[in-house]
């Protein structure tokens, strides 16, 4: 059984669990729209094969830098593990709106409240590896 942890640490204190092959990938919903699909809202590591988490072993963290995010999710996509710094509106990026995942972690690192709001349609779904 999987479930979310929440932890009261920094970033930096927390320990990503990806594969050797895992590439991070950071939003910034610097792109030109909100869509997670979208290469521009997403900082991510040198060798990492696509411009947005979509492999089993990557990972994707929002985090605490900056407003409230809202993000568009696709059809389903299917990552190793999901870390939330910050709160985040999922909304509905495609036909049927699915995240797929290994684990999340959610770190609430401030003083203010930490929410995370999924739009109708949308599912956040933890699978085993």
């Not at 593990?81 to 972690?105: M, N």
């Amino acid at each position: 059984m999987r479930k979310a942890t929440v932890c009261f640490a920094g970033a930096a204190a927390l320990a990503l669990g990806g594969g050797a092959d895992a590439a991070l990938y950071t939003w910034t919903g610097g792109g030109s729209n909100n869509n997670w699909t979208t290469c521009g809202n997403w900082n991510y590591t040198e060798y990492a094969p696509f411009c947005y988490p979509r492999l089993p072993d990557d990972i994707a963290a929002i985090e605490s830098s900056g407003a409230p995010a809202t993000i568009a999710i696709p059809l389903i996509d299917h990552f190793s593990e999901l870390v939330i710094f910050r709160s985040v509106t999922f909304t509905k990026g495609g036909e049927v709106p699915k995240l797929r995942f290994g684990r999340a972690t959610i770190c609430n690192d401030s003083f203010a409240d930490l929410v995370i709001e999924l739009e109708p349609e949308v599912t956040l779904e933890a699978v085993q590896p």
